[in-house]
C-alpha cells in the first residue's frame, strides 16, 4: 500500500520530460483533447536536428534530442546484422514511422560493411516530402505508403521503432505486415506497455524543452499484445536500454522491445 502510494505521489509530481494523463475511452475523445503529431513546428525541430546528425555535427537524434554518442538498441543491431547475414551480405529495412532517419543514421556506420543497404521509410506525407529533399540518397529512400515501398523493395526487417503506440488502430497494421513475404524478421522497439490486463489510451505530453506538443497514445497490455503475433515466433524480448519506466495513476509502465521471427522463412529453426 505504501508503495502504490509513493507511486502515485510521483506520478502526480510536476517534473521535466514527457508525462503521460488520463485514461480515455476512445482514440477519437483523447485526439481531442490533444495537440496532435502532425503540428509544421515538430517537423522543423526534427528536421534541423537530423540535418546536424547528418552532417556530422552530432552523432545521433532521437525525437529531436541531439546526442554527441551514439544511443545504441544493440538488439536492433544485432538482428539487423543476423538479417543480412542470413541474406549474404543485402539487407533492406522497411522503416515504418521512422521519422527522417533516426535509426538509420545511428547504426549506418556499423552496417557500412554489407553488399547492400536500404534503408526505406514509410511516414506521413510532410516527413515524405521533407526526407526526398534534404535527407535521401542510394540507401536511404522515403515512401508515403507500405504498397509504394514494396513496389520497389522485398524487405527482410519490418522495423516499428516508439511507432505502434501513437497507431490509432494499430492492431490494423499486423495483417499489412504478415502479408509481406519477404520478411524474416518484424523488429518492435521501445513500445509501451504494462502487465495490466486491458490497454489504456492516454495522452502524452512532451517535455516543452524538446518541443510543445501532446498527442494520444497507447499503453498496451504487454500480453495481449503479444497475442496479436501469433503467426510469429518470439526470439527476443526486453526493457528498451534507451528509456526508463513511468507511472500513470500509480501504476508503472515500461517500453520494452519485442523482436519476432518469421518461422516460415527459416523452416530450420
Not at 483523447?30 to 503529431?37: E, I, K, L, P, V
Amino acid at each position: 500500500m505504501i508503495q502504490t502510494l509513493k507511486q502515485l505521489f510521483r506520478s502526480l509530481l510536476p517534473h521535466r520530460g514527457n508525462r503521460w494523463l488520463g485514461n480515455y475511452p476512445n482514440w477519437q475523445s483523447a485526439s481531442q483533447a490533444s495537440g496532435g503529431y502532425d503540428a509544421p513546428e515538430i517537423l522543423e525541430k526534427i528536421k534541423n536536428a537530423a540535418l546536424k546528425v547528418k552532417s556530422g555535427e552530432y552523432a545521433c537524434e532521437r525525437d529531436s534530442v541531439l546526442f554527441e554518442e551514439k544511443q545504441y538498441d544493440w538488439a536492433l543491431v544485432a538482428f539487423l546484422l543476423k538479417a543480412a547475414y542470413e541474406n549474404q551480405g543485402n539487407l533492406t529495412v522497411l522503416d515504418f514511422g521512422g521519422s527522417l532517419g533516426s535509426s538509420y543514421y545511428t547504426v549506418k556506420e556499423i552496417l557500412g560493411s554489407l553488399k547492400s543497404l536500404r534503408w526505406c521509410i514509410v511516414e506521413q506525407d510532410n516527413f515524405v516530402a521533407c526526407g526526398k529533399s534534404y535527407f535521401q540518397d542510394d540507401n536511404l529512400l522515403f515512401y508515403n505508403t507500405i504498397e509504394s515501398c514494396l513496389a520497389e523493395h522485398q524487405p527482410q526487417v519490418f522495423l516499428l521503432s516508439s511507432v505502434l503506440q501513437y497507431l490509432e488502430s494499430p492492431l490494423d497494421l499486423i495483417p499489412q505486415i504478415n502479408a509481406i513475404r519477404s520478411l524474416d524478421y518484424l523488429v518492435v522497439l521501445r513500445t509501451s506497455v504494462s502487465d495490466q490486463q486491458e490497454d489504456r489510451i492516454c495522452i502524452q505530453q512532451v517535455d516543452p524543452s524538446i518541443y510543445k506538443a501532446s498527442y494520444p497514445s497507447w499503453i498496451f497490455s504487454e500480453q495481449k499484445l503479444l497475442n496479436q503475433f501469433d503467426n510469429w515466433q518470439l526470439a527476443a524480448k526486453g526493457i528498451s536500454p534507451l528509456h526508463t519506466p513511468e507511472y500513470i495513476s500509480g501504476f508503472k509502465f515500461y517500453w520494452k522491445d519485442f523482436i519476432f521471427q518469421n518461422p516460415l522463412a527459416h523452416p530450420d529453426r
